[in-house]
């Protein structure tokens, strides 16, 4: 069975610092995960995604993610985080690329 | 383009009533896929449907069914709604295996 978990409820974090949101995954097969974002009263937007290659993903607004298949992790990182880049973060696994299953969600609030 | 969209954006509808949901997927996308999210949650996969078959049920009740059109629009029924039914309802489309693109949702109320 695919599953997703976000540890993490919320991140706070200070405008220009960095900022982590953590992703596991478990999956029968080879992944294919992915990070979404939603405002509130939105759909969600696609951020990135790993498909195979290289570990780190680079996606839009300047976001990227590390694939680590040892730990199953998928975090969702930035160098510099914006006060607009506040809003639900969703990861989502699917290993066919249809059928995604999502995790619960981490909060962002970046401070300025 | 057009991205996915979806209608009614808003939906109020009293307990046992019928509600239909309807989505038009992206030009060229043959895959379509419904998901509830409830306040505070993940979005939970309810029905996906790929050339007008449906290939993957998630873990709903008979209330809920769906069917995709020759144009692979796509509606999803909810039936003798409940108030749980109350939730943000999320049609995605996507080209077999890439990113599946959202489109901005219908809020059901079930009062």
């Known amino acids: 069975a695919q599953s997703v978990a976000q540890p993490e409820d919320q991140v706070n974090v200070a405008e220009g610092n960095p900022l982590t949101v953590k992703c596991t995954y478990s999956?029968?097969?080879?992944?294919?995960l992915f990070w979404y974002v939603q405002y509130p009263n939105r759909g969600l937007q696609f951020l990135l995604k790993?498909?195979?290659?290289?570990?780190l993903v680079k996606g839009s607004y300047g976001f990227e993610a590390e694939f680590n298949k040892s730990q199953t992790s998928f975090h969702l990182k930035k160098p510099s985080a914006l006060v607009s880049d506040s809003a639900l973060y969703f990861c989502?696994?699917?290993?066919?690329?249809?059928?995604?299953?999502f995790g619960s969600g981490t909060k962002l609030n970046v401070k300025p | 383009d057009a991205g996915v969209t979806q209608s009614p954006t808003h939906l109020i509808k009293t307990r046992g009533q019928h509600v239909t949901l309807r989505c038009s997927p992206i030009?060229?996308?043959?895959?379509v896929s419904w998901y509830q999210q409830v306040l505070g949650q993940g979005p939970q996969f309810i029905f996906q449907?790929?050339?007008?078959?449906?290939?993957g049920r998630g873990n709903f009740p008979d209330r809920f069914s769906a069917r995709q059109f020759p144009n692979y629009s796509s509606e999803l029924n909810v039936n003798a709604l409940l108030l749980g039914d109350s939730a943000l309802y999320l049609c995605?489309?996507?080209?077999?295996?890439?990113?599946?693109?959202f489109g901005q949702g219908t809020r059901l109320t079930v009062v």
């Open positions: 995605a489309s996507s080209f077999k295996d890439t990113e599946a693109f």
């Open positions: 999956v029968s097969g080879n992944p294919y």
């Open positions: 790993y498909i195979t290659g290289d570990n």
């Open positions: 989502a696994v699917s290993e066919l690329g249809d059928k995604f299953y």
């Open positions: 030009s060229g996308h043959k895959s």
């Open positions: 449907y790929y050339e007008k078959e449906e290939r």
